[in-house]
């Protein structure tokens, strides 16, 4: 490790980092968007984004490999939230919700409420001075990265909570503005209203209202539609919260479970089926939950939404069978069926739409005609500059050996490793995703068997395409063939325009592809969509002699243009 008031540049592959200790980062004010203070280390991507060092091993300018794997920091949420006797909903469903998504979660709770599937028979709040004990207990002690606020249910309960906020600073908060239970139950009464607007929502990285509590926040205003949501996520953004999620698990008449989120600039839409079953009780405590899980493992708050919606999604689906109680709503299961989805409490590689920068396809049979091995390929390329990897063509066999292979130097360089078509080669060897093209297994049911982490990519030439991609789950676009190509027969051609239209057509980052190389790559580049993030080349790599030389070249090309910087 290196000493504790080091700071260095870093060459990785041909990318540069900075490494910074805990003492640098507080030095350098970086610990307003990373709590550091028990993390070895941080490295600060070139562009500017801060990553934790999950699954660092990696080369020390003077040559020595730092391998802090053993010290990896525990991505932790702190609940403030009132007991749920039922278990369905407050604290333990928070628990539970964590524990599935693999992060640890502290408990300070608020208030005991009996309660079950027929609804809130009692509550019993916790005096105030103890709810400031539980807090200070956690606080100064326990590196807490996201605290989570739901069942707040006085005044003083929420004054003492902003008061030790603001004397233990914490990485994020997230406010699931709890008022009244689904069923009918005031579980916060409209004293609290004011302060919360006054003293907690100003402090939230995001809260989390369904649709009565965005309505008793904003006044009574009346929310019926989706452009309702839209309104009100505005209004409520206008309270001082970074991000609103309104959720519309509640909303009339809609086939789909919508939520929007505002984060002062975009509005996203965010859809999945409605799932039906009884069993939804602790579906905001546990979507409110999930996304500090993911915003704790240093997630974007975008991907957090988007992971943490899926989540509570499969998890809806798998708990139909449930039977618990005799009410009208019975609780999720969390846990049971979810087990046989990947166990990593870290994933090895968030996806990060700058890592489409510079992707490079392996081909078979490229490799073959130059004598070389796929992983001799992968090496060369990503000590070339690649910053992502996709696997293509191969018998199952070799295929789940090459990628095992590569998927070990990918991670050593911090570099993600997507299948191709092949989702059950991706659950095999525990691949960062895979990449789909119009005619293989949708991205829906992809996501399905991959869960909600995996980074999913799908090939889409038309705007439909694309939109289609952003409803099934899809955490990036492959768009092209930009130019004509041998590597692939009978595409079609969609040209610098058609890149255009799909990159001006969806929120989703783009990585173009097709007859793509250093003589091109600018005029690709050029067409200036702040969503086209980088270019996906094949022959221009592995059909030449030397692999490295070809990608270092790229990458310079690409270096040189604005890609990814609008
Ligand atoms: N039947 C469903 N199928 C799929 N997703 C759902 C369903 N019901 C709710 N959701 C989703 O679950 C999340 C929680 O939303 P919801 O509106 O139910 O919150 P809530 O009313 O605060 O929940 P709670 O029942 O815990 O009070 C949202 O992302 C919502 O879209
Ligand atoms: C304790 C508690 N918190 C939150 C909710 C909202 O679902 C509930 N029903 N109970
Ligand atoms: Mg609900």
Redesign the pocket.
């Known amino acids: 490790m290196a000493s504790a008031t080091f700071l260095s540049t870093l060459s990785l592959a041909n990318k540069n980092y900075l490494l910074l200790t805990p003492t640098h980062a507080y030095a350098k004010g970086y610990t307003n968007n990373f709590r550091v203070s028990n993390l070895p280390s941080i490295v600060v991507r070139k562009e500017g984004s801060v990553r934790s060092q999950g699954f660092v091993a990696m080369q020390e300018k003077g040559g020595s490999t730092l391998s802090d794997d053993s010290r990896r920091k525990t991505p932790h949420v702190l609940t403030v939230a009132g007991s749920d006797s039922g278990a369905?909903?407050g604290i333990q469903?928070d628990l539970k919700a964590c524990a599935a998504r693999r992060v640890y979660c502290s408990t300070v709770i608020t208030a005991l409420t009996a309660q079950n599937t027929v609804g809130v028979q009692g509550v019993s709040n916790v005096p105030e001075d103890f709810v400031a004990q539980q807090l200070k207990s956690v606080l100064s002690d326990m590196q807490v990265d996201v605290v989570k606020t739901g069942m707040l249910p006085s005044v003083g309960i929420v004054k003492t909570l902003c008061k030790t906020l603001r004397e233990f600073p914490v990485h994020a908060l997230v406010v699931?503005p709890?008022m009244?239970?689904?069923s009918g139950d005031v579980l916060a009464g409209p004293s609290i209203l004011s302060t919360f607007l006054e003293e907690l929502l100003p402090m939230a990285d995001i809260i989390?209202?369904?649709?009565?509590?965005a309505s008793a926040l904003l006044n009574g205003m009346q929310l019926e539609t989706v452009d309702d949501m839209r309104s009100a996520a505005r209004l409520l953004h206008n309270m001082g919260p970074k991000n609103v999620?309104v959720?519309?698990?509640?909303?009339p008449d809609s086939s789909d479970?919508?939520?929007i989120l505002y984060n002062g600039h975009n509005f996203y839409e965010?859809r999945?089926?409605?799932?039906?079953?009884r069993n939804?009780?602790?579906?905001?405590?546990?979507?409110a939950s999930s996304i500090a899980a993911e915003v704790a493992k240093g997630y974007p708050m975008l991907s957090a939404v988007k992971v943490?919606?899926r989540f509570?999604?499969t998890a809806?689906?798998y708990s139909k069978e449930i039977d618990i109680g005799n009410g009208p709503?019975g609780p999720f299961d969390h846990l049971l069926r979810l087990k046989s989805h990947s166990q990593a409490s870290h994933r090895q590689q968030p996806f990060d739409p700058s890592d489409l920068f510079l992707y490079a396809v392996t081909d078979s049979r490229m490799n073959k005609r130059w004598g070389r091995s796929i992983i001799d390929a992968v090496k060369a390329a990503i000590d070339g500059g690649a910053t992502i990897i996709q696997e293509k063509d191969a018998e199952t066999k070799d295929f789940m050996e090459s990628a095992k292979a590569c998927l070990r130097i990918c991670h050593l360089h911090g570099v993600p490793l997507l299948i191709n078509d092949r989702v059950d080669v991706a659950i095999a060897c525990d691949a960062d995703g895979v990449h789909v093209g119009q005619s293989d297994m949708p991205a829906r049911v992809a996501r399905t068997l991959l869960g909600p982490e995996k980074i999913i990519g799908v090939s889409c030439k038309t705007p439909e395409q694309a939109e289609q991609a952003w409803v099934d789950g899809a955490d990036y676009i492959g768009c092209g063939g930009v130019y004509p190509t041998n590597t692939k027969e009978n595409n079609i051609t969609v040209g610098l325009n058609g890149l255009k239209t799909v990159c001006m057509a969806s929120k989703l980052p783009v990585v173009a592809i097709g007859g793509i190389g250093v003589s091109n790559a600018r005029a690709v580049m050029e067409i200036c969509a702040s969503n086209l993030k980088g270019v996906a080349v094949v022959s221009a790599l592995f059909d030449r002699e030397c692999v490295q030389t070809e990608t270092r070249k790229l990458h310079e090309v690409l270096l040189g243009s604005n890609i990814g910087s609008t």
């Open positions: 369905g909903a469903a699931d709890v009244v239970s689904t989390t209202p369904n649709l009565k509590e999620l959720k519309g698990g509640d909303l479970a919508v939520d965010l999945s089926p409605r799932i039906r079953t939804s009780h602790g579906t905001g405590c546990s979507l943490a919606k509570v999604e809806l689906d709503q």
